[in-house]
């Protein structure tokens, strides 16, 4: 008898509420999308702390009160005053000025390489997802040969080869980031493709190059988006880590891994030469990280708990 | 025996409500019912007119926050439930009230065998020993009618079929022999061929060990099998109390009568079911009158203006409803619903699948 | 389930030989002739062609890369051009002592992260989960190698606890242990958190309290179990972010371990023992998670027919 019970949420209601034209479905969707994101502290707090560093970033030449190379050995290993907010290095350089500078190193880092994972690991995951059969077991395969490599080893596989410097440090975490987002696009792709609205398309004579790039990568592009954020927390510090290990940048170029590196020397004398460049670390990863979780529960509330 | 005696359980003006961010939802809105010994009450009603809520909070298991009783008594045996610590509670559930749901294929946790999550409740109300729990277990699984029990105990849920798992919910509900069991749409979930023999083994426990029933239900069907008393409930309100023969022969609230003639009979040459035409009222934004009065045939300004009070009839029916009041008699404004709405949504069944 | 074993250890075999392809093909990309730097820089032309012929350089790329994978397979990983030593020589005296860091600081990631995760879970939103989520978020973005140069500063250098670097006591295992077990630890904790979250919610638990079971008993015996079973699955690779960051918590505390001879490898250019560490350490990694998701498939079987 209960199988002819009908669900009454569909009924028509006696009167259709009015509604105000709404505007753009796109915009509304940004709309509901900044209104969720706002409400969550966390991420607007993360999001402080990114637009604080790209400000330092891009204002470092101007609000830098020293030149970060300049050497003064006569002031070295001098710990925090009033001339010199976080103290001088081992060469009598001024913290605070390599810090602001290696903002703009960080930065560009991550997103140079998160770039690179993104572009090749979009491409990969849409053409696995898109056409399936041998070319997603070829791409999959391939990933999954990239993850077998743990954690930071992959990166410093590609610098043994390529040798150390910063250009090297961004492709070596760049295709450290590749697998990530192919992983995600692959399964969003296959997601999308399965909808009605594709087929449409293909009916209409698009090509697959037109529905690939113009109809199904727009639609994946929030997990990227959120992938993103997070994964230029990771890329940071990977980036640093390389550094640190002196696969990356070299003295004396201000980078906060390096930078950590040299100080690491003077840990008992000079505390502070490796403890600020690790705050910066820290808290810009933190901001990424912060950022990062919010967007991902704005755009994709289903994962929120 | 006095009266009091026979009453296992007396619900008193019960209300649940929910405390979300902007707005208060008033899921069960002072709800008033009675059970006795060995008896079977129905509660029915469409999704979302807090019968669920109502059992819940017999349980004192209201999800909370946001959920909080905030007023009345549920006396059971006489003592108020509402009092107890969460500790005596404890000793209760499982143990003098069980309560089996609608879901048997997840109420059963997936990594204990079903003779462990039998046994557990004996080894909590009953002081036994492991051993002596387990064999309990199994007895109770053969009452419940399971085959080869020793082996079935010995079983995950997931290697159980649906009955199967209901079964066992039964059987970890009378463990302990409770002298009431709560059953929230116990057979919603299952195949219809299934759900005739899970009611049967309940009413053959019911006789066998005497224990009294509230029976959750959406569905009639079940009413006319399993129960002696009903309490017809509407957006969180019980609207009509009787017993099973009046409510099928002589229903007395609108409502009822409209979940009634919703109901295909078998018997009868219809050609369009019947529909309550629009939908039940969201509990958080409720009519000023009488909460069915939008949706009522019969509905005339009194309806609109203020909300009834649930009063006895003869026995112990009661109706909450102005139709049956010397006020009605006084009542000449014209009826505010007409026919057309109504006709217009015909064909449209009514009454919702699914818990509340 | 026997299928499922035998199919999982079969798919790992395109895995394992990729990954000696991709360690391949990055060696190729040294600039400079191996053979030139294995002989040494006075060495004469017939040395270095002696060199090459001996090691099969002037084979093509393909038979070298097939002769590579024959020796790999027969655990030959080939000569250190520093020590002269076999280089699966080289990595076996080194591996135990990175195992042992393994294995404390997994305990680290396990141990600290289920706590936490569970304290966060059963006390939602009080103070205790939010101080712990922040906690939890801040030891995701600290840098370990940072994390440790702090933790000497503080535990060996100012109140001298523990002792700075090196290897061999008990003592010496806790600070580079928990350096390497906090990231994990607070990726474990927040997966824990919203796996309890999610299993709180469950039908069965409702079950378990209408039966009468103690809040405590619920939380550890009926939540726990079927909250842990997707965490093995972060476990497993948190497994691999440890092993990539041994490299630097090695390099803080001046272990001798694998990750340490990583990094030397590098700076010496001594290729033969960066490409076998480098495939070791990988193998390690594809093995561990082989495992794990073995044991997440036999656990979770009963929850995936439901």
Known sequence: ?305 | MNKQDQDVLVVKNLKTHFFTEDKVTKAVDGVDFKVKRGETLGIVGESGCGKSMTSLSIMRLVPSPPGKIVDGEILFKGENLLDKSEEEMRKVRGNEISMIFQEPMTSLNPVYTVGEQIAEAIRIHQNAGKKEAWNKAVDMLKLVGMPSPEKRAKQEPHELSGGMRQRVMIAIALACNPELLIADEPTTALDVTIQAQILDLLKKLQNELGTAIVMITHDLGVVAETCDKVAVMYAGKVVEYTDVDSLFENPKHPYTEGLLNSIPKLDEDVEELQAIRGSVPSPSDLPKGCLFAPRCPYARELCHQSLPDLTEMDGEIKVRCWMHTEEWKREDTPITNDKDQTDSDKGVTLYAAGNS | MFVFIARRIFQMIPVLLGVTLVVFLIMQMVPGDPAVLLAGESASDEQVQQIRSQLGLDEPVVTQYFTYVKNVAQGDLGTSIRTNRPVIDEILTRLPITIELAFWSILVTIVLGLLAGIISATKQYSFSDISLMVVALLGVSLPNFWLGLMLILYFSVKIQIFPVSGWGTFMHVILPALTLGTGGAAIVARMTRSSMLEVIRQDYIRTAKAKGVKERIIVYKHALKNALIPVITVVGLQFGALLGGTVLTETVFAINGIGRLIIDAIRMRDMPVVQGTILVVSIIFVLVNMIVDISYRFLNKRIDLN
Do not use: C
Not at chain 1, 5 to 10: L, Y
Not at chain 1, 49 to 68: E, G, Q, R, T
Not at chain 1, 166 to 175: H, K, P, Q
């Open chain 1, 1 to 305: 008898m209960s199988n002819q019970a009908v669900k009454m949420d569909n009924q028509p209601s006696l009167q259709a509420p009015k509604k105000i034209k709404p505007s753009h479905p796109k915009v509304e969707r940004w709309k509901a999308f900044y209104k969720q994101l706002k409400k969550n502290k966390m991420a607007m707090a993360g999001g402080a702390i990114i637009l604080f560093y790209l400000i330092l970033a891009v204002a470092a030449p101007v609000i830098a009160p020293y030149d970060p190379l300049a050497i003064d050995l006569g002031n070295k290993l001098a710990t925090p005053s009033w001339e010199h907010w976080m103290g001088t290095d081992d060469k009598g350089r001024d913290i605070l000025s390599r810090i602001l500078y290696g903002a703009q190193l960080s930065l560009g880092v991550g997103v140079v390489s998160v770039s690179i994972g993104a572009f090749f690991g979009i491409i990969l995951g849409l053409f696995a997802g898109y056409y399936g059969k041998w070319i997603d077991t070829f791409i999959s395969r391939f990933i999954d040969v990239l993850l077998a490599f743990p954690g930071i080893l992959l990166a410093l596989a590609i610098i043994s080869a390529l040798g150390p410097s910063m250009i090297n440090v961004m492709i070596a975490v760049g295709i450290f980031s590749i697998p990530t987002f192919a992983r995600i696009v692959r399964g969003s792709t296959l997601s999308v493709k399965k909808m009605e609205y594709v087929d449409a398309i293909r009916s209409l004579g698009a090509n697959d190059f037109k529905i690939i790039f113009v109809h199904i990568l727009p639609n994946i592009l929030s997990p990227v988006i959120v992938q993103g954020t997070l994964r230029l927390a990771t890329a940071i510090l990977t980036a640093a880590g390389l550094s640190f290990l002196g696969m990356g940048a070299q003295p004396p170029t201000p980078e906060w891994g390096a930078m950590l590196s040299s100080g690491r020397n003077f840990l008992w004398q000079a505390p502070h030469l490796a403890t600020f460049p690790g705050l910066a670390i820290a808290t810009i990863v933190l901001g990424f990280n912060l950022f990062g979780d919010g967007l991902r529960d704005a755009l994709d509330p289903r994962l929120k708990q």
